[in-house]
């Protein structure tokens, strides 16, 4: 287990689409997920990707009870997710404020699927099928990006809402 450096934007191991997972429930997938945890754990943050700390695989880890990055956020249940599928359901999106360990310092306003199903594995290989909507949709969407090359700023619409914490959320940590 070990805090990992955080791969940050400019880095290609962000943009390339990230492996399948074909094994699971082997020692390799729990040394990930530890290093993932602490790593989340270290920098505050609700998720975290394996690309993320340069691992090119289909892992993601997201969760919360109580953010200091994001005070009015809904918890979500901490989950293991791999080989993700996600489905929008309904036609409806939502704007939110987001940010991201690989791009520090900053946040945008991203157009999000309001509603979603996302299937998937946890690291055992026991299936996973949720649907969920709000803050948890916005959490899985902005994790299963990076797992296709994806940096939140390719989504934002509006440039004039996109800019740094300290300055558009002066109480909130970077
Ligand atoms: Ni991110």
Redesign the pocket.
Known sequence: MAVREIVRMGDPRLQRQAQPVTEFATAALSELIADLQDTMQAQG?V???AP?IGVDLQVVIFGLTRSERYPEAESVPFTVLINPQLTQLGEEEVLGW??????PGLRGEVPRWTQLRYQGFDQFGAPIDRTVSGFHARVVQ??C??LWGV??PQRIRDLQRFGFTEVLFPTLPD
């Open positions: 943050g998720g975290i990707a993320q987001e940010g991201c360990l690989s791009v902005h994790e990006d990076h940096l939140y």
